[in-house]
């Protein structure tokens, strides 16, 4: 946890609380504990997850795997090939 200076409390009171890292550059907004509680809430869901967002779940997971390779095709295939002969 970081103790604020009496001047980081200051910015925290405009209407933007703004911070810069000054070797990053990045910048952060700074919310108090109680708002960001309650944009947590909007923003994560530990629900149960619907059957769509398990769709595409599996379908990214088997695209980022190779399972859209052309090669699979053959896999795809191989009890009906083997049941053939091939």
Not at 41 to 49: I, K, N, P, Q, T
Not at 55 to 77: C, F, T
């Amino acid at each position: 946890m970081i103790e604020l200076t009496e001047e980081q409390r200051q910015e925290l009171s405009k209407t933007e609380p703004v911070a810069i890292d000054p070797i990053t550059k990045e910048t952060y907004v700074l919310v108090r504990k109680n708002v960001y509680d309650r944009i947590k809430g909007l923003l994560y869901d530990d629900g149960e997850w619907t059957d769509d967002e398990l769709r595409l779940v599996l379908a990214r997971s088997a695209e980022e795997n190779g399972w859209n390779e052309p090669a699979m095709d053959d896999y795809d295939q191989y009890d009906a090939n083997r049941a053939v002969g091939r």
